[in-house]
């Protein structure tokens, strides 16, 4: 079935510790982002791509990188930068390409990060 | 910037009440606007969407209607179970500058009892 992975699902660090959360799609789309989730505020934009080996920032970048070396793949890593880190995280795709860009978002299963 | 503002909740109805989630948004141009569904400890699965003024999208029951001249997109059921309960997130599209970036609410929690 063609889908978003997300792992790992939970996931506790240490703080001072760097940590990646792993992102990867089957659904042959360009475009994939990360969100981030606090309660009472809905989701941040993190960074987001539309092409391999190309990213942008978000809203709240800081504390945060990404990669794009593969369409299929987009890896986050939080690192001991990131003031606040512990949220649910959500990996998103679309299909950005001209005429198929319907605007709708595909969304992995999320991971939830909790620094002690 | 693009914003969408939604009801606060949790939003607590008995089983068959009707519902509703009010949401309205500023933006700039003609976005496509979205509800999305968050049931715990998941990710967000799209519910409905609308692309343009007038629009009504439809979905297990839920609709909302792209309504341009008050610019809001209100979730509607009429009769609610206790397997619709979960987190609600209004959205809009942003095409500016490519790929389609997202702007969400801050979630509507629905719990609804027997």
């Known amino acids: 079935d063609g889908g978003i992975t997300q792992s790992p699902k939970y996931l506790f660090r240490k703080e001072g510790q760097n940590v990646t959360l792993s992102c990867e799609q089957n659904?042959?789309?360009?475009?994939m982002y990360w969100y981030r989730q606090d309660p009472g505020q809905g989701l941040r934009l993190i960074y987001y791509s539309q092409i391999v080996n190309d990213f942008q920032k978000g809203d709240i970048a800081e504390g945060y990188s990404v990669s794009r070396e593969k369409k299929e793949s987009f890896p986050l890593t939080v690192t001991s930068a990131q003031k606040n880190p512990t949220a649910f995280y959500l990996c998103a795709s679309s299909n950005s390409r001209q005429g198929r860009n319907t605007g709708e978002l595909f969304f992995g299963e999320g991971s939830r990060l909790t620094v002690l | 910037g693009n914003s969408v503002t939604q009801m606060e909740g949790p939003v607590t109805l008995s089983e068959e009440a009707f519902l509703t989630i009010n949401c309205t948004y500023t933006?700039?141009?003609?976005?496509?606007l979205f509800w999305y569904v968050q049931y715990p400890g998941e990710g967000l699965q799209l519910l409905l969407k609308?692309?343009?003024?007038?629009d009504k999208g439809s979905n297990k029951g839920f609709e909302a209607t792209y309504r341009k001249e008050t610019t809001s997109f209100h979730l509607e059921k009429g009769s609610v179970q206790v397997s619709d309960s979960a987190v609600y997130f209004c959205a809009l599209s942003d095409f500016t500058g490519g790929g389609n970036k997202l702007t969400f609410g801050t979630g509507t929690q629905l719990k609804v009892e027997l």
């Open positions: 609308a692309t343009k003024a007038d």
């Open positions: 933006a700039t141009g003609y976005p496509s």
């Open positions: 659904l042959n789309h360009d475009a």
